[in-house]
């Protein structure tokens, strides 16, 4: 159960919601608490980070 959890906080911030909408959401009292606990950086935001960086060097 609490697997899921991360798996929410990681979608939110996905999804685009801020850091602190999903300390919120989890109800943490520190936002680091969920930045380096929760949050998993995906394999999909893994590559939107890829395509940003090669944006940017070529523009």
């Known amino acids: 159960m609490h697997g899921f959890r991360h798996t929410h906080a990681s979608l939110c911030f ?3 919601l ?3 909408d999903v300390k919120e ?3 943490h009292s520190s936002i680091s608490t969920t930045m380096d606990i929760y949050i998993h950086v995906t394999n999909d935001r893994k ?3 890829v ?3 090669a944006k940017f ?3």
């Open 57 to 59: 060097i070529r523009a």
């Open 47 to 49: 590559e939107e980070s």
């Open 14 to 16: 996905e999804a685009g």
């Open 18 to 20: 801020t850091m602190q």
């Open 25 to 27: 959401r989890l109800g």
């Open 51 to 53: 395509q940003q960086l």
